[in-house]
Structures are given as C-alpha cells and as structure tokens.
C-alpha cells in the first residue's frame, strides 16, 4: 500500500540494492536486476551441443544478425519451440518487427561468459526498457516451464517476476538449472555457434556490461534453402 518501503530481489535469496517507495497500491514492476548467478555446474560437467546446424523441419527458426563495433560478424540461429506459442510469437514478432517494433539495432547490453549473455532493451539499450507485443503495459503471462535450462545456447525470456514477460532475453552459456522455474525457455540456438563463442569473449566491465558496441544490426525469421 501506499508509504510502503521494499528491497527489489529476483533470484530466491538474492536482495538487489535497489529501494522502492510505493506512492500508492500498485502492482507495477520495478526494472529487471541483473541475473546474478547463484550455481555453477559441477567441474567436468560436459554441455551437450546439438550437433545440427538446423532446426528440425517443423521449428520456426529465427536469426540474430550480429555486429561488433559496427562490423557484423554473423547470424545466430534461434530454433523456436511449439509447446510456448505465446513465448516464442513474441520473441518472433519483434524480430520481424511485426508490430513496427523490435529487436534490429537493439543492444546485447550484458555479457558474463560461461553464465549468460542479454539482449532485447529496444528502448535504451541498458537492460531497463523494452516492452512484449502483448497489452498495454507490455508484460505478459510465464507461460511454462517445460524446458530446462540443461546446456549451452538455451534461448529464455527474463522477467522480473511471475508474469512479467517482456521483450528482454538471455542465451544460456552453460546450464543453469536455477532459472527453470523463473525463466521461460522458448527456444535454442541451433546455428551460429562461433558467433556465441566470439560474443562470450568481448571484453566487459565488472558489471557486465561489453566494452565494445555489440549489437543486434538486423534479424528476422530465418527459412532454409533447398
């Protein structure tokens, strides 16, 4: 209710250093934290590539056109899954710009290699704007939990709580089995494997954030050729 003081946390046992003051009862979320990761896999954990380039016939696929520092450096292949209809629509819609909106010129605005990387602030490219095709504030329900996030080149949506589902994405870099009950996984990169290795090693700073300009300079739905 009004008056009412919080601490902002995400991740179970996790409180971010962010106060809120409520001026009045709301539900309204606050800017998504950054990930934090609270497991790493055991040593000799072996993540399990797929070996095909290509998404099996019946996966809508998308590409993430990269470039760096104003150079592109190649596609990432997005192979989407049929059991998140509404996930995966949305993250296809803004890479079409559907909707006259989306992911092309966007910022990949985080990087932490061998955890995560994190994209999809169309609007300021810093991890606190971007909005879903769906109603009016943008957000959208959690729509399953029906994968895991067991390897590398898990596509998920981040959130800042139960059905808060945005525009804002993570790329798995390894497993990380604490955000199957947080994140929606929607989908894996099926190609493009040396683009996600070359973006997990540009530089960053203590927070993240990449010291060069990396973003994503076009995308759309991806359809194989004969």
Same mark, same amino acid.
């Given at each position: 209710?009004?008056?009412?003081?919080?601490?902002?946390?995400?991740?179970?046992?996790?409180?971010?250093?962010?106060?809120?003051?409520?001026?009045?009862?709301?539900?309204?979320?606050?800017?998504?934290?950054?990930?934090?990761?609270?497991?790493?896999?055991?040593?000799?954990?072996?993540?399990?590539?797929?070996?095909?380039?290509?998404?099996?016939?019946?996966?809508?696929?998308?590409?993430?056109?990269?470039?760096?520092?104003?150079?592109?450096?190649?596609?990432?292949?997005?192979?989407?899954?049929?059991?998140?209809?509404?996930?995966?629509? @949305?993250?296809?819609?803004?890479?079409?710009?559907?909707?006259?909106?989306?992911?092309?010129?966007?910022?990949?605005?985080?990087?932490?290699?061998?955890?995560?990387?994190?994209?999809?602030?169309?609007?300021?490219?810093?991890?606190?704007?971007?909005?879903?095709?769906?109603?009016?504030?943008?957000?959208?329900?959690?729509?399953?939990?029906?994968?895991?996030?067991?390897?590398?080149?898990?596509?998920?949506?981040?959130?800042?709580?139960?059905?808060?589902?945005?525009?804002?994405?993570?790329?798995?870099?390894?497993? @990380?089995?604490?955000?199957?009950?947080?994140?929606?996984?929607?989908?894996?990169?099926?190609?493009?494997?040396?683009?996600?290795?070359?973006?997990?090693?540009?530089?960053?700073?203590?927070?993240?954030?990449?010291?060069?300009?990396?973003?994503?300079?076009?995308?759309?739905?991806?359809?194989?050729?004969?």
């Amino acid at each position: 209710g009004p008056g009412a003081l919080s601490l902002s946390n995400h991740l179970p046992g996790r409180t971010f250093p962010c106060l809120w003051l409520f001026c009045a009862k709301t539900t309204t979320s606050c800017p998504p934290p950054l990930l934090t990761p609270q497991q790493r896999p055991t040593p000799g954990f072996v993540v399990n590539r797929p070996m095909a380039d290509q998404a099996p016939p019946d996966r809508t696929t998308v590409f993430l056109g990269i470039s760096l520092e104003g150079k592109w450096i190649g596609n990432l292949l997005v192979a989407l899954f049929r059991e998140t209809p509404r996930t995966s629509d @949305n993250f296809l819609a803004l890479c079409t710009h559907r909707h006259g909106f989306g992911y092309r010129d966007s910022r990949i605005h985080r990087i932490e290699p061998g955890f995560v990387i994190q994209g999809g602030d169309f609007q300021r490219g810093n991890g606190f704007g971007g909005h879903s095709i769906y109603n009016n504030n943008g957000r959208f329900e959690s729509e399953n939990f029906l994968y895991s996030h067991d390897r590398r080149g898990i596509v998920s949506m981040v959130n800042i709580g139960p059905n808060t589902t945005g525009s804002h994405f993570a790329i798995d870099l390894d497993a @990380n089995p604490h955000f199957d009950q947080e994140f929606v996984a929607f989908g894996m990169v099926v190609g493009g494997w040396d683009v996600l290795d070359r973006l997990e090693h540009v530089p960053v700073d203590q927070e993240g954030r990449p010291l060069q300009e990396v973003r994503i300079s076009n995308s759309g739905q991806h359809f194989a050729g004969p």
